[in-house]
């Protein structure tokens, strides 16, 4: 069979299960409440009047970066800013990546040597499964999300399968991407602590929204120096892409000259970097500072409002929130009602999620209104109301007798 048919075949199984994904462009009049642009500086004015500011302080800058950062795409702009963000999130040292998927695959598939284990948690970012299949680690075993005891037991298995001296390595995040609960850090250090163990914490989605000046869970934690390495992504609440790993200084030294996606990949483009450099001087500022008060409160505000059974409303006091309605085609006919209502979310279905924990994903943004959160919340009242109406209806029916 030519090729062609059979992708059309594979696309074609994809699209019966109901799984097919395309592009989409969001509506530009629709409220946003899908995107991770947790403090709406993607569309905040200030931010923009920085970045042309300083964009316009280069008499010629150049339009792209020309190549890797082992080649032509490194500069002393890019060093600067790899010495701030690691001063900033408290590390040694700090090494940009041209993505976070990048960062990951590239730490994952380089760090962990011959006859190393690598435990991840079992809802960790698909980066790091990608990082880990082109690992040299002898054994990689998951925990269940979020529990303790059950990372503990795993330890315990992991080490009778390794020899002594050999590293284990702990993937987690620091905030989940699709339940916005909150890893037990602090139980998590004290569980590996006897093991030869590092931990990797992915900050992605608490970059900015969490600590001091948005410099994550981590440093909120204190828990700098119990941390092997972090990720800080900035294409989400800092509102430009790229991502830098962040920990001792012999690790960046290493990940230089062995991390493929660093190595074979173009650099972020100067303007780029200024992007990330005007990002942090506004996260850091005044107007971040009032931007993340202004967070929590419309995440309260949603929470406190919305009136859902305790099981299907997830337990997330972050920006992510999530409406479990278990069934595909229920997550991604409740997403549509909302659409429809003029509001941006989206259905996560299995398999990104598992069965049964289908849902619409919720993200509120600092530059939401009131409003807009109340809203959403009686779009989705109204949704469920119509339901239990038309469930009371079907079992009222009177089933007539056969004569």
């Known amino acids: 069979m030519p090729l062609l048919e059979q992708l059309e075949l594979i696309l074609e199984r994809r699209k019966r299960r109901d799984l097919l994904r395309s592009l989409v462009v969001a509506s530009p009049s629709s409220v946003d409440f899908s995107s991770n642009d947790f403090l709406g500086l993607a569309r905040n004015k200030i931010l923009q009047k920085t ?14 970066s020309t190549g890797s950062r082992l080649l032509d795409g490194n500069s002393s702009y890019a060093e600067s800013l790899d010495k701030f963000i690691a001063e900033f999130h408290k590390a040694e040292s700090a090494l940009i ?32 499964h990608d990082g880990i299949r082109n690992s040299r680690a002898a054994v990689i075993e998951k925990f269940r999300h979020n529990d303790t005891k059950h990372l503990e037991k795993v330890l315990e298995d992991v080490v009778q399968k390794i020899e002594p ?64 390495a972090r990720l800080h992504t900035f294409g989400k609440a800092l509102a430009s892409n790229g991502a830098a790993i962040v920990g001792p200084k012999l690790l960046r030294s290493y990940l230089i000259n062995y991390a493929r996606p660093l190595i074979f990949s173009t650099f972020l483009s100067f303007n780029s970097l200024i992007a990330i450099d005007c990002s942090y001087k506004v996260m850091t500022g005044e107007v971040g500072n009032e931007l993340r008060k ?61 069965v049964g924990k289908e849902r619409v994903r919720i993200c509120i943004h600092a530059d939401n209104t009131e409003n807009q959160i109340l809203g959403l919340i009686n779009v989705i009242k109204d949704y469920f109301e119509q339901q239990s109406i038309s469930e009371e209806m079907n079992s009222c029916q009177i089933v007539p007798s056969k004569l």
């Open 51 to 64: 970045y042309l500011k300083e964009l316009s302080s280069f008499p010629s800058p150049p339009l792209g």
């Open 165 to 228: 001296q050999k590293n284990i390595f702990i993937a987690v995040e620091s905030l989940y991407s699709m339940d916005g609960d909150i890893a037990p850090l602090n139980e998590i250090v004290e569980v590996i602590k006897p093991f030869n163990s590092y931990l990797i914490v992915d900050e992605a989605h608490a970059t900015g929204v969490y600590g001091e000046q948005g410099r994550g869970i981590v440093c909120e934690m204190g828990l700098e120096r119990k941390v092997f």
């Open 97 to 128: 990546f041209p993505s976070g998927f990048d960062a990951n695959v590239g730490f994952f598939s380089s760090v962990p040597q011959h006859g190393d284990a690598i435990i991840i948690d079992e809802f960790i970012h698909a980066s790091v």
């Open 294 to 354: 202004r967070l929590m409160k419309l995440i309260h505000l949603f929470r406190n409002n919305i009136d859902l059974p305790s099981d299907m409303l997830l337990p997330s006091d972050s920006a992510i929130q999530g409406i479990l309605i278990p069934g595909n085609d229920n997550a991604v006919k409740l997403s549509r009602v909302i659409q429809k209502a003029g509001y941006n979310v989206k259905p996560i279905r299995s398999p990104t999620v598992p």
